[in-house]
């Protein structure tokens, strides 16, 4: 097991019959034994916590190298199963379909991360879980709503109850064909004796819905894994 070789064949001096001069083991012979003893024994690691230098591999085809992922043993782990490992846990932590987003990095996740092929998702929409019971939400990636205010189809009578419309109209004062007049008001005309009404103009109510359904948000960037 020493990596040193021996200078003197030690065995065939014990077959050599005793008195022997050949036999005699000479001081120099002795001396380049034991340095040679020395230095295997000096470099050789401790069994316990021992302190390697230069750069330490294990061998090559060995369990170290090819044991799997999960195992839990106390085998020596080579910079190639780490790897593995590595690889594995960012697999698991974003599969293929994963959504990841960043406050800040508009870097491609592939680059950040990586691995993995992405591309940017959801761009000016927010996300919405699944809803197998409403049919605007029971498919993954369906998409709908509108950044604009929309007013629901409705009618309105002259004394509507939700509101009301500023309004100017020409009316007749009396009955016997009396000039005209202007009168303001908002609902119904509160003057019940005119009996002819002409040029009736409304007011314009409420502001423009322009983007005015957006519920509070914050933007991120957002990306999809595909592959």
Known sequence: ?????????????????????????????????????????????????????????????????????????????TTAFVQAVTSAIKNELYPVGSIYTNATSSTNPGTLLGFGTWTAFGAGRVMVGFDSGNSLFDTAEETGGSANAIVVSHTHTVNDPGHTHSYNRDTLDNLDGGPFSRRSGTGADANTTSSATTGITLSTEGSSGTNANYQPYITVYMWKRTA
Do not use: C
């Not at 120099?28 to 230069?54: C, H, R, Y």
């Open 1 to 77: 097991m020493s990596n040193y070789t021996k200078s003197t064949d030690f065995a065939a001096k014990d077959a050599l019959a005793s008195g022997n001069a050949a036999k005699i083991v000479k001081g120099t012979e002795i001396d380049t034994e034991f340095n040679n003893i020395a230095t295997a024994v000096a470099t050789k690691a401790d069994l316990a916590s021992p302190t390697f230098t230069g750069t330490p591999a294990l061998p090559t085809g060995t369990t170290a190298v090819t044991q799997s992922t999960s195992d839990n043993s106390t085998k020596l782990a």
